[in-house]
């Protein structure tokens, strides 16, 4: 099993680490190229827009977008979440959208909390107790499509005046999406969830 992880900017390393904890195999995607024989792609925490600017200079945006249409199987974390949505709010009018999971999302709308929040969160499927989940500047989840399953959520916040729990953990197939980065809190099981998820392509 090779899995990817998109090394344009944010935390590759830390999700290289995870997957090499799991017995993985990992490949950094810099070049459109790169993404040949993938069995699945992890794309990082970090910044969408940043991002977003070198997946256009770098030839991946379109063939990542076809490898996804085709069913490679995804994990996002973060800006890798706000990356796969299918709408961005709040992002750059020209900001990649590979339109892999029917969510909409809102950058940075996590209320007073903005800049960064701590918490423990059970996710459903998950073994072994709640995943302590930091969340740095994370988007919000506005909509979510009807095949969309919601496996975690936290109450948006009272700084934005509103206290609706919000998805964070959503699953759409083989596309899996964290609000948060489970690779900061050196947990793997939501990458263990994509491997599960190649797994069974495999079969
Ligand atoms: N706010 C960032 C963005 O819009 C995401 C932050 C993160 O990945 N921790 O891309």
């Known amino acids: 099993m090779l899995v990817g992880v998109l090394a344009l900017q944010g935390d590759i390393e830390e999700h290289r680490a995870a997957l090499g904890d799991l017995g993985v195999e990992s490949r950094p995607v810099r070049r459109a190229d790169d993404l040949a024989g993938l069995d699945g792609i992890v794309l990082p925490g970090g910044e969408s827009t940043t991002m977003s600017m070198l997946l256009e200079s770098s030839g991946i945006a379109d063939r990542l977008g076809k490898e996804l249409a085709s069913g ?18 709040d992002g750059r009018p020209d900001q990649v959208c590979l339109q892999a999971i029917e969510l909409v999302v809102r950058r940075n709308a996590f209320g007073r909390q903005v800049e960064s929040f701590e918490s423990e ?10 995943m302590h989940a930091v969340f740095i500047r994370a988007p919000v989840v ?12 936290v109450a948006l916040g009272r700084g934005a005046g509103d206290d609706s729990l919000r ?12 609000a948060f980065h489970p690779e900061l809190a050196g947990d793997g099981r939501l990458h263990k969830m994509l491997l599960d998820q190649v797994e069974l392509e495999g079969d």
């Open 72 to 89: 490679l199987p995804a994990f996002g974390t973060c800006a890798g979440m706000i990356l796969l949505a299918s709408k961005i709010l």
């Open 167 to 178: 998805p964070v953990v959503c699953r759409q197939g083989r596309v899996i999406v964290a």
């Open 142 to 153: 506005e909509e979510a499509g009807p095949d969309v399953e919601v496996l975690a959520s």
């Open 121 to 130: 969160l059970s996710v459903v499927g998950l073994e072994g107790g709640p």
